[in-house]
Nanobody, 124 residues
Framework: QVQLVESGGGLVQAGGSLRLSCAAS????????MVWFRQAPGKEREFVSI????????FYADSVEGRFTISRDNAKNTLYLQMNSLKAEDTAVYYC?????????????????WGQGTQVTVSS
């Protein structure tokens, strides 16, 4: 079965950096669009970034553009999110998700598989 396992979260001071990973198994990784969402307490799940499998095309939410970098290693079946210049408002549980095909979008209901999430806490 498909499994997505996030890691790399933690506590960091504002201005610091973290790198999240999402290890995928049970799927042909390169055939899937991969995405990062986040959810802060009391808020809806929010789109962060997306990367396509076949051409590596990426897109970011305005709130993280220029600070976060999404990447993937199809040989290792792993998705990454490099987060720099972190702010207190980046505090959330970060989830990776997958959708088979060439498109995904920012609507979380379109994604078929989800990880369990990893907590990122940014202290100000």
């Amino acid at each position: 079965q498909v499994q997505l396992v996030e890691s790399g979260g933690g506590l960091v001071q504002a201005g610091g950096s973290l790198r999240l990973s999402c290890a995928a198994s049970g799927l042909t990784f390169s055939s899937y669009v991969m995405v990062w969402f986040r959810q802060a307490p009391g808020k809806e799940r929010e789109f962060v970034s997306i990367i396509r499998g076949h051409d590596g095309n990426v897109f970011y939410a305005d709130s993280v553009e220029g600070r976060f970098t999404i990447s993937r290693d199809n040989a290792k079946n792993t998705l990454y999110l490099q987060m720099n210049s972190l702010k207190a408002e980046d505090t959330a549980v970060y989830y990776c998700a997958a959708r088979r095909g060439f498109s995904g979008g920012s609507d979380y209901s379109r994604y078929d598989y989800w990880g369990q999430g990893t907590q990122v806490t940014v202290s100000s």
